[in-house]
């Protein structure tokens, strides 16, 4: 079991992924700052965790969290005015949130919490429905006058489909959640394929919900 600090978002971000952060609120600001600090003896990793019940902002706004999120690294930092920092970051390892450690004594949200390992599955099957989810991937975009985003790694493929197709925080945590890669890249198949009836049937395809650029 470790400790990470936790930024409670409206979204979910997945391994691999990119998250464009505007940060003001004074408690998430002392948050970055704890991590550029600290960063000589440890990455300076937080942890996203995707909101279930509530709001982003406030002191109260977070009634109730995902139980799975994903580790955040920044990557880049920059101050602009009256405290305000815009910093960019890249989606590690998932975890389990197991509970909060109400001893941290932060301003920010510290939690104990499980870093999740990423088990395959059937190799042969992971293989076989990898190649399946890159074509799909493909058709999507050429039908949307898009471009698919798509890792040669196998075990980031599923996480890369919201980048192609638009899909919920529901959908989106489903992947995130999923036990092995065999079952995510199963559940990335029937996703695209689902969006893409619906948009056949409607005869209109909706462009991929990037991350939001959030206020925090």
């Known amino acids: 079991m470790a400790t990470l600090p936790l930024f409670p978002l409206g979204t979910v971000l997945m391994p691999g992924g990119r998250l464009p952060l505007q940060i003001f609120e004074p408690r998430y600001v002392q948050l970055l700052k704890d991590l550029i600090d600290g960063q000589d003896e440890r990455s300076p990793v937080f942890g996203v965790v995707a909101i279930r019940e509530g709001f982003e902002v406030g002191d109260d706004g977070v009634r109730a ?68 989810l890159r074509a799909e991937l493909t058709s999507f975009a050429d039908a949307t006058g898009g471009e698919a985003e798509i890792p040669d790694d196998d075990r980031l493929l599923a996480y890369a489909v919201p980048e192609t197709v638009s899909l919920d925080v529901a959908d989106r945590q489903r992947l995130l959640s999923s036990s092995d890669t065999e079952s995510r890249l199963r559940l990335g198949l029937g996703l695209v394929r689902r969006e893409r009836e619906f948009a056949d049937a409607l005869g209109a395809v909706g462009s991929a919900q990037l991350p939001p650029f959030s206020p925090n």
Request: charged share 25%; with cysteine; proline share 4%.
């Open 65 to 132: 969290l995902h139980p799975v999120g994903c580790g955040a690294l920044v990557t880049q930092a920059a101050a602009l005015e009256g405290e305000r920092f815009l910093v960019i970051s890249e989606g590690t390892d998932r975890f389990r949130l197991d509970d909060i450690d109400e001893s941290a004594g932060t301003p920010y949200t510290t939690a104990r919490i499980t870093w999740l390992t990423e088990p395959d599955g059937d190799a042969a099957t992971v293989v076989e429905l990898a190649a399946r």
